[in-house]
């Protein structure tokens, strides 16, 4: 058996949700935090027999998008006018899933 843990933004998180249920995955949601943005992820913990491991990543993926995102910005550049300089927006790239594969020793459903 094996576990897989799939960490995903939390915009994608309904979709990946529920199409693990229509093609019969059970998942434990787990509500999680980003470092970089620390903005709002949503970690899956889904356990499989080996041979369905593609097939639940490739869901994964199917349901989870890149976009851009525009975050403020810390100056290191340019005159300060009236002691401050403003802030530009940078564009990061978000989205996308970061998913885990590990073995499992035991799995039981109680």
């Known amino acids: ?3 897989i ?3 995903v933004n939390g915009d994608d998180s309904a979709a990946v949700s529920k ?3 229509k093609n019969g995955f059970r998942a434990t949601k787990l509500a999680s935090t980003g470092s ?3 903005s709002g992820n949503t970690t899956f913990l889904i ?3 080996e041979h369905e491991v593609d097939t639940v ?3 994964v993926q199917q349901k989870c998008h890149h976009r ?4 403020p910005s810390t100056p290191t550049y340019g005159t300060p006018v009236n002691g401050t300089v403003p802030a530009m927006p940078l564009e990061v790239p978000v989205g996308g899933a970061t998913v885990f594969v590990t073995n499992i020793e035991r799995f039981e459903k109680l």
């Not at 851009?68 to 975050?71: C, D, E, I, S, T």
């Open 47 to 49: 356990c499989v027999e």
């Open 57 to 59: 990543i490739g869901i």
């Open 5 to 7: 843990f799939a960490v």
């Open 19 to 21: 199409s693990l249920a």
């Open 68 to 71: 851009k995102q525009f975050v």
């Open 1 to 3: 058996m094996k576990l």
């Open 36 to 38: 970089f943005l620390s």
